[in-house]
């Protein structure tokens, strides 16, 4: 089922698909909502990235020092690590890297 938008209300995390039907909620502590695409939910727990599906069941998970800093997902996750942005799939495996120009 594809995500179209994730909302916090009352410290819960409400997914829903493109109908605007509700998938599922879940309690905000399971992480801070780092992104969402229509495949999979990014959330920081900890030091933790965690990649979870439309249910919030995990898919992946490694530790902000390995990956850096997200900066954003399309249909890979994009992070940045010194003077690179990385990308990786959902499984936090690098799938490439460029220099960044900031």
Partial sequence: M??????LRN???HVFDESGHRI??????????????SQYIVLLR????VVCDEKFRQISQRSQSAIGEFLNI?????????????TYDEHLNQVASRTSFS
């Fill in 46 to 49: 900890g030091s933790y990235y």
């Fill in 74 to 86: 399309t249909d890979k996750i994009h992070c940045k690590r010194g003077g690179y942005i990385i």
């Fill in 11 to 13: 410290n819960y995390y």
């Fill in 2 to 7: 594809a995500i179209s938008d994730i909302e």
């Fill in 24 to 37: 599922t909620q879940y309690q905000s502590s399971v992480g801070q909502l780092q992104g969402f695409n």
